[in-house]
């Protein structure tokens, strides 16, 4: 949104832009209403981070809206929790934008490269491949929110070779993102190992006693491993946004 506002600046200077049009995108901060739907643009200026929507729940006619308010602002879109049926109606009503979608993770953004806009970096680890999708939500997620990350899949502790063999490339980077089911051991092995941060992803893998995740959460929030902070279940899009957060600040100290 900073780039957006000086992009308008610029053009205002210029004569490109008129006032009237300066003034009139000015009117989308701090939110742009759209009666059922209030869209925070202002976001990204008081949090460093823009506003994603989560599509679950929203009707294809409420989507379409948004991704129109997006693109004519010319700002970036992340709807989260999107089912391929839902996202081929969407890009049905939406011919004229270039959408992706990112199938595993239920995620749709704008088919575009991602800047990268922060000095640190994440590392996303799931513990099987059945938490792959939650896994795969928090790497597009945060790619998107202007992290350069990497993904180490499948690595869990029922074979802990797989994690040692992680062991030297933990404190490369900034954050680590593990998202683990079952029992949820993964991330507290993985704290044992470095130095890095970890944020917690607990899953709703695992069999009846898992309890749709709660017991990998109970795990990871009793965890005797410090330095380890958690988010809801199946809830790859704030551990994203959390990382995205602390390299944000990462990149501010260093300026």
Do not use: W
Not at 151 to 157: C, P, T
């Amino acid at each position: 949104m900073k780039e957006l506002i000086n992009k308008h600046i610029k053009s205002l200077k210029s004569g490109e832009l008129s006032g009237e049009e300066f003034l009139a995108f000015l009117e989308h901060l701090p939110y742009s209403d759209m009666g059922d739907i209030k869209l925070d643009f202002h976001r990204t200026l008081r949090r460093g981070v823009p506003e994603a929507i989560y599509g679950s729940g929203k009707t294809v006619e409420q989507l379409e809206k948004i991704v129109r308010r997006f693109s004519e602002l010319g700002d970036d879109i992340l709807i989260t929790r999107i089912d391929a049926g839902k996202y081929e109606a969407l890009s049905e009503g939406c011919k004229e934008f270039s959408l992706k979608y990112h199938e595993k993770a239920r995620v749709v953004t704008f088919d575009k490269e991602s800047p990268v806009r922060f000095k640190g970096s994440v590392l996303v680890v799931s513990a099987g491949s059945s938490d792959e999708p939650v896994a795969e939500e928090a790497y597009v997620c945060s790619c998107y929110l202007g992290n350069k990350t990497d993904k180490a899949y499948d690595v869990g502790v029922a074979c802990l070779s797989r994690v040692l063999d992680l062991k030297d490339r933990f404190n490369k980077y900034s954050v680590i993102i593990v998202v683990a089911g079952m029992e949820g051991a993964l991330p507290s092995v993985v704290a044992g190992l470095t130095s890095t941060p970890v944020i917690a992803v607990p899953t709703s893998i695992g069999y009846g006693a898992n309890f749709g995740g709660l017991s990998a959460l109970l795990s990871m929030l009793n965890t005797c491993s410090g330095g380890i902070s958690v988010v809801n279940i199946d809830n790859g899009f704030g551990a994203a946004y959390q990382a995205s957060l602390i390299n944000q600040k990462i990149s501010q100290m260093m300026l």
